[in-house]
């Protein structure tokens, strides 16, 4: 089992910036990619991005390539999204996961979820 937590959420101008956290504990090693994921209000929860256990490779959803930066700390057991020029299309609920997979985009391969945080951008 793999837990995760989530932290940094909260409320934004646009054009503000903001650091989520997401802490992993447990049997982190059997997860080899750890992605971030948002969803809104009636919508689906969509792919914000993922980087590799090494770190040494990451993607990104076009919505937020250029502004938004994915990084970890292994010794922390953490893994970060920097995200900056916030824009109100941006608030949702933020949510980080674990995969044994290389970098996929669809939820449907992440095993482990984080419980989510909450991000809110103002016009």
């Known amino acids: 089992q793999v837990h995760l937590v989530e932290s940094g959420g909260g409320l934004v101008e646009a054009g503000g910036s903001l650091r989520l956290s997401c802490v992993a504990s447990?049997?982190?090693?059997?997860?080899?990619?750890m992605g971030w994921f948002r969803q809104a209000p009636g919508k689906e929860r969509e792919f914000v991005g993922g980087?590799?256990?090494?770190?040494?490779?990451?993607v990104y959803a076009d919505s937020v390539k250029g502004r938004f930066t994915i990084s970890r700390d292994n010794a922390k057991n953490t893994v970060y999204l920097q995200m900056n020029s916030l824009k109100p299309e941006d608030t949702a609920f933020y949510y980080c996961?674990?995969?044994?997979?290389?970098?996929?985009?669809?939820?449907?391969?992440?095993?482990?979820w984080g419980q989510g945080t909450q991000v809110t951008v103002s016009s």
């Open positions: 996961a674990a995969t044994p997979y290389r970098l996929p985009r669809s939820k449907n391969l992440y095993n482990y």
């Open positions: 980087i590799t256990r090494s770190g040494d490779a990451t």
């Open positions: 447990g049997r982190t090693d059997s997860t080899y990619t």
